[in-house]
């Protein structure tokens, strides 16, 4: 049982390039989240999806895209990376029978150079 | 609208030393109350969570929580620190009428001194 996983662990971009940050979860949890978390900040909420088919929208969405690709696995998408976006993302995940008690990844260490 | 707030950014105390961290929130409904820990480099874990029943909740590693509805509270409290606590912990809630989202704190850095 592996919780959650992230790939990958830590990613140098330049500016305007793109990639995608996997996410997997083996608890059978009907939500995902991803947040990024900056000195000072927090954590704060970019895309969650509350069950397979489904994503909206968190506090900080703009630059970012998702994919709820079945139940197990949730991407995030940089389509064009500027340096605001070096952060450290986390992916999270929960289940309404836990009394939503999240459940989060190791992070990835994202720089935008 | 919804808000958390940590009071302290960060707090040093001397180790064997009590501590309390501040945690206050704004909600026009009810809540379900959280407090995590992330250690450097980690993913955040759960601490001790209030869903109902007892205002005085007990975690791991020691530490407990009290729910104060009147005053809108919910601090983080230890008796005796260790240096494994040094981390940072992070107080949310959960509206019970919108129950896929979470909203976190910025933040308490602990840092245990010698």
């Known amino acids: 049982n592996a919780g959650v996983t992230q790939t990958p662990k830590f990613q140098v971009l330049k500016t305007g390039q793109s990639m995608t940050l996997q996410c997997a979860q083996d608890?059978?949890?009907?939500?995902m989240y991803w947040y990024r978390q900056d000195p000072g900040m927090g954590l704060r909420l970019i895309y969650y999806?509350?069950?397979?088919?489904?994503?909206d929208k968190g506090e900080v969405p703009n630059g970012y895209n998702v994919s709820r690709l079945n139940k197990r696995e949730f991407s995030l998408r940089l389509e064009s990376a500027a340096p605001s976006q070096t952060s450290v993302y986390f992916c999270a995940s929960s289940a309404r029978t836990r009394a939503h008690e999240q459940f989060f990844g190791p992070g990835t260490r994202l720089t935008v150079l | 609208a919804q808000s958390v707030t940590q009071l302290d950014s960060q707090v040093p105390v001397f180790e064997e030393a009590p501590v309390e961290l501040r945690c206050n929130y704004s909600?026009?409904?009810?809540?379900?109350l959280f407090w995590y820990v992330q250690y450097p480099n980690q993913g955040l874990q759960l601490l001790l969570k209030?869903?109902?029943?007892?205002?005085l909740v007990k975690g791991i590693n020691g530490f407990e929580a009290e729910f104060n509805k009147s005053q809108t509270s919910f601090h983080l409290r230890k008796p005796s620190v260790h240096i494994s606590d040094t981390a940072e912990y992070f107080c949310a809630v959960i509206l019970m009428n919108r129950d896929d989202k979470i909203i976190f704190g910025k933040g308490t850095r602990l840092h245990i001194l010698p």
């Open positions: 999806s509350a069950s397979e088919g489904t994503t």
């Open positions: 909600s026009s409904v009810s809540v379900y």
């Open positions: 209030y869903l109902s029943g007892s205002t």
């Open positions: 608890m059978n949890h009907n939500s």
